[in-house]
């Protein structure tokens, strides 16, 4: 069966600091990746997505960026943290064909940035 | 580009039926899906709908109506444990993406 693992779970990151997080899918290939934010009370704002390794689609102008290094692994980063940044970070995959298959999503990582 | 909207917030009562509407404008559409996320969780998947219809599936129903941009959400018999956001996305099919409306948040009451 397929899994998709997210970390870390929560983070506390300084202003102008770095940020890494991680998304990795197993017990599939050729996934379609997507980064996604969700502020408090909103609804997701789609970031990233990728159809194939070193393949990455931006939706939103900001200081964060993502990269698929491996075909199961997607980034995302930041050279510097903005407190805009804060928010619940989610990845998720779904197959690349099948149209009525669903994205499944990571446990999701709460970031505040202070 | 895409424009997806839902209301901000409905409120029930436990045992009613409540319908929670989606209207959508999209570049290229293939597929509508229903989310539900509880407080501080993921999201989960409740339903799909690809073609004009109702699809069914136990206490809560999906409707699509492609022609006018618009879908629906149907619970029945709510459940106190039914409070929660509920999210429509839509497919774009030729571009891979899946885009999220903004969320309607139900609370239900006893």
């Known amino acids: 069966s397929q899994t998709i693992h997210q970390w870390p779970a929560t983070l506390v990151q300084p202003v102008g600091s770095p940020l890494s997080l991680e998304c990795t899918v197993e017990g599939t290939s050729n996934p379609n990746l997507y980064w996604y934010r969700q502020a408090a009370g909103r609804g997701l704002q789609l970031l990233f997505y990728?159809?194939?390794?070193?393949?990455i689609s931006s939706e939103v102008p900001q200081n964060l960026s993502a990269s698929r290094p491996q075909d199961r692994q997607f980034i995302l980063s930041s050279k510097k943290l903005l407190l805009s940044d804060s928010g619940f970070y989610l990845c998720?995959?779904?197959?690349?064909?099948?149209?009525?298959?669903?994205?499944?999503f990571g446990q999701g990582t709460r970031l505040t940035v202070v | 580009g895409q424009n997806i909207d839902q209301p901000t917030e409905m409120t029930a009562t436990e045992g009613a039926i409540v319908q929670i509407n989606c209207t959508y404008q999209?570049?290229?559409?293939?597929?509508l899906f229903w989310y539900q996320q509880h407080a501080g969780e993921a999201p989960t998947f409740l339903s799909y709908?690809?073609?004009?219809g109702l699809e069914e599936k136990g206490r809560f129903s999906s409707f699509l109506s492609r022609s006018k941009g618009y879908s629906y959400l149907l619970l029945k018999e709510l459940q106190m444990k039914d409070s929660a956001s509920y999210l429509c996305a839509v497919r774009d099919g030729g571009f891979q993406k899946l885009v999220f409306g903004t969320g309607t948040r139900l609370l239900v009451s006893p």
């Open positions: 990728s159809v194939g390794i070193g393949q």
């Open positions: 709908n690809v073609l004009d």
């Open positions: 998720a995959w779904r197959p690349r064909t099948g149209g009525n298959t669903e994205a499944f």
């Open positions: 999209t570049s290229g559409f293939n597929g």
